[in-house]
């Protein structure tokens, strides 16, 4: 049955990557916050910083560039609630993977995102990737101590 779901997700993978090109650069779609303009590099700055390369390898391809997912397939991550109101059960999602339906801004979703493999400290730096990019604007960070003490099933 594992097998069967990596092969389904991977499969899944390999069709929703989109050979269009965005009329947004990479580069526009991460905004510093006000509050970062300095020269100073923080620990959020530093760890979107490579939370931005995590996302471009591995979750670009479902969830596009621009953060709009595929209306139907794959959620948006860009204004998504699920970002600000499930925090740990989208940390979950990102540390151990997800299938089964989920309701993002008002719409259904039903698929599998397989687990990348990631360490903690890469969860929590897409994490904040993701929370900070395009409209997201979410001001408590992702710890790896928050992401240590997620485990694969809400108790």
Same mark, same amino acid.
């Given at each position: 049955?594992? /097998? ?12 929703? !990557?989109? %050979? ?8 526009? *779609? &991460? @905004? +510093?916050? *006000?509050?970062?303009?300095? *020269? ?9 910083? $490579? ?13 596009? #560039?621009?953060? !709009?997912? +595929?209306?139907?397939?794959? #959620? ?8 600000? =109101? !499930? $925090? =740990?059960?989208? +940390? ?6 997800? /299938?089964? #339906? +989920?309701? @993002?801004?008002?719409?259904?979703? %039903? ?17 904040? &990737?993701?929370?900070? *990019? ?9 710890? @790896?101590?928050?992401?240590?003490? @997620? ?5």
């Amino acid at each position: 049955m594992k /097998k069967l779901l990596f092969v389904f997700g991977l499969a899944a993978m390999v069709a929703c !990557k989109s %050979d269009k090109k965005e009329n947004e650069t990479e580069d526009e *779609s &991460y @905004v +510093i916050p *006000s509050s970062e303009k300095s *020269s100073e590099q923080t620990p959020l700055t530093a760890s979107i910083k $490579r939370g931005k390369g995590i996302y471009s390898d591995l979750c670009v391809t479902c969830h596009l #560039p621009n953060g !709009k997912g +595929i209306a139907g397939t794959y #959620p948006p991550l860009d204004g998504s609630n699920w970002l600000t =109101e !499930k $925090r =740990e059960e989208s +940390i979950r999602g990102v540390k151990y993977g997800m /299938k089964g #339906p +989920i309701e @993002v801004n008002g719409e259904k979703y %039903d698929n599998v995102m397989t687990p990348m493999g990631l360490s903690d400290q890469e969860v929590a730096d897409a994490m904040n &990737y993701v929370m900070n *990019s395009w409209s997201n604007k979410i001001d408590e960070m992702v710890t @790896v101590e928050e992401v240590a003490a @997620v485990k694969e099933s809400a108790e």
